[in-house]
């Protein structure tokens, strides 16, 4: 079964904190993951990889804030949105053949990213 | 909560942004409140509309294109025949009741895309419980989530027969021929059929929509009349042996090519060799299978 991570932020996240946040949550002996994609294209997808480690995301995306509203659990409170009204969502989905620990891994990396930009990481349902 | 439904079906594969163009213009001129403001393949919705960067928005398209009104009132998806055994397209499109719905409007919109969208089907119609197929209600047009009704109009069962006659239908040439030729549906006891163009008609049932939910013995009482004029064995429920225009397939057509590394299936081998037979030439390989991705 697949698992989802969502990071969402005030102000979008750069693709080097990213890689940073991945290279860290994988622990200091693993090699650096592979990230293939445009992480500037929101609509993209990137697949992150490395040996026992396989999670695809979905770059930061614009969305309105109110659409976030109740994907989360009641304890969860999101950021104050921006001028727009919009906050960042980024999407870690670990699919179901991924191999052990690549959950983890996106766990911290986003736990990582959320303390450092504002934000949250949370797990929707 | 939705409550007004259209749904078009076309075997085009709506790539091409000038078909997107029309469907947005006309849906901007007959119900304005419904046009786009923020669309994406996964939701939330990711990207603002913007009509000056029209094509970024019709490019969603190579995954599947969803939309949604500003007031969050109303939606549009578009699913484009990319599998190799689908035979349609389509295109839905569904709103909230409220003051901002023009609905007479929906019926000039569903209209006006016959043509420019080459539709074989199309469907418009408010949602009524007694139109469910769930619960045991009877009805064959609309199925429900979690309380919210969607309409349960689908390509794969269109293969099988039609669901239903609903309030207003646009019937293109397969479905034509299917009833027994122009004749035969331009004299169906409908409130009104008009003529779209060569082999395409609109039937609508009553003479208002709101017939739908507020006069069901009038509307029943059309439905029957026109399943028995265009033949009730092409609808859902009908006497048996269904029957349904057999549409080709993507892969027949040359619109599909298998992934590398894709096991092809018997029956889909044969859809190929018949496309390759024909000398039609198949698009390259939207991607590689990968056998196992694990490091």
Redesign the interface.
């Known amino acids: 079964m697949s698992q989802e991570f969502h990071l969402v932020t005030r102000e979008r996240p750069p693709g080097a904190a990213l890689r940073r946040a991945l290279r860290d949550a994988t622990g200091a002996q693993a090699a650096e993951p592979e990230v293939d994609g445009d992480f500037d294209n ?2 993209a997808y990137l697949n992150v ?6 999670i695809e995301m ?1 770059p930061p ?4 804030a ?3 509203d109740g994907s989360y659990g009641d304890d969860v409170t999101l950021p104050e949105p921006d001028g727009d009204r919009c906050l960042w ?1 980024t ?1 870690a989905n670990v699919p179901a ?3 052990a620990g690549s959950a983890e891994t996106a766990r911290r990396a986003f736990e990582d990213l959320a303390s450092r930009y504002d934000g949250i990481a949370a797990t929707p349902g | 909560m939705p409550s007004a439904f259209v749904k078009l079906f076309t075997r085009s594969l709506l790539t091409d942004p000038e078909q997107g163009r029309t469907l947005i213009r006309l849906i901007g001129e007959h119900e304005p409140s419904w046009l786009p403001h ?1 669309y ?9 509309y913007d009509p000056d960067r029209f094509a970024e928005f019709w490019t ?1 398209l190579e995954y599947n294109l969803d939309w949604r009104n500003a007031k ?1 009132t109303a939606t549009g998806h578009v699913t484009t025949r990319v599998g190799p055994r689908d035979t349609l397209s389509s295109v839905t499109l569904e709103g909230e009741r409220n003051r901002a719905l023009d609905l007479p409007a929906l019926a000039r919109l569903v209209q006006d895309c016959g043509p420019p969208l080459d539709l074989a089907y199309g469907v418009l119609h408010l949602f009524h419980p007694d139109d469910l197929y769930t619960a045991g209600h009877g009805g064959h047009l609309f199925g429900e989530n979690g309380g919210t009704p969607f309409l349960g109009v689908t390509e794969r069962g269109l293969k099988d027969c039609l669901p239903d006659v609903a309030w207003g239908n646009v019937f293109g040439p397969p479905y034509v021929a299917l009833f027994g030729g122009a004749e035969r549906v331009r004299t169906a006891p409908a409130a009104l059929v008009a003529e779209l163009g060569p082999d395409r008609f609109y039937l609508q049932l009553t003479g208002d929509i709101t017939d739908v939910t507020g006069d069901r013995p009038a509307l029943t009482a059309a439905r029957d009349a026109v399943k028995e004029h265009l033949g009730a064995d092409c609808f859902a429920g009908g006497p048996g042996p269904l029957r349904a225009p057999r549409l080709p397939a993507a892969a027949q057509e040359g619109l599909w090519s298998p992934p590398e590394g894709f096991e092809v299936p018997d029956d889909l081998r044969e859809l190929l060799d018949q496309a390759a037979a024909e000398g039609k030439t198949p698009p390259p390989p939207a991607g590689v299978i990968e056998q196992d ?3």
């Open positions: 929101p609509n990889s490395g040996p026992g480690l396989w979905e995306g614009h969305v309105e109110a659409d976030l969502l999407i053949g991924a191999p | 923020r994406g393949w996964s939701t939330p919705l990711r990207n603002v969603g969050r991705r694990r490091p």
